[in-house]
């Protein structure tokens, strides 16, 4: 009684742990309102064919809905200057992209962001600190976390 009682308090730490988790400089690679749409669909190409995934805005993907250049566009930019650990220059797609300091994220289509990595860093603690405790999280259960809290690379 006592191992499932100490996953469920773990698992509680790890929510807990990831709700206050403050990391400065997050930022996202966002369309500027201004950006036309030719200038939109060129740039959006350019994102998708280096390096950007893009399979979050296709007709299955979580991110599809809105079905619209602007809302594919940011996300793939935004791709595209995460895996690009956002570097300067990486978000200007010649002048169509900006930089935004609030998460873009809506219903189910998450955006990555720095901030997603640090998840990951506290749930790998999470799981050495209850390897250490002798009551191992099972390979499921942090599947099942890390489904909550994903890793964007």
């Known amino acids: 009684m006592a191992v ?7 698992f ?8 206050f988790l403050v990391v400065q400089g997050t930022s996202w690679c966002v369309v500027r309102s201004d950006a036309s749409n030719q200038a939109l669909q060129t740039a959006l190409d350019y ?10 805005i296709q007709s ?12 594919h566009a940011s996300y793939a930019f935004n791709s595209y200057y995460q895996r690009r650990a956002m570097a300067p220059g990486s978000c ?11 998460d873009p994220s809506y219903g189910s289509c998450m955006y990555p962001s720095s901030q997603r990595y640090a998840c990951f860093s506290s749930l790998t603690l999470l ?3 209850s390897l250490q405790l002798g009551f191992p999280l099972f390979s499921a ?5 890390l489904f909550l809290f994903p890793v964007f690379y």
């Open 4 to 10: 499932p009682v100490l996953k469920l308090v773990l």
């Open 12 to 19: 509680f730490l790890s929510l807990l742990v990831n709700s």
């Open 47 to 56: 994102a998708c064919g280096s390096g950007a995934d893009c399979s979050p």
């Open 60 to 71: 299955s993907g979580l991110c599809f809905l809105p079905n619209t250049i602007q809302a």
């Open 92 to 102: 200007d797609f010649s002048g169509t992209a900006t930089i935004a300091k609030t």
């Open 127 to 129: 799981k050495k600190l």
């Open 141 to 145: 259960e942090i599947q099942w976390l």
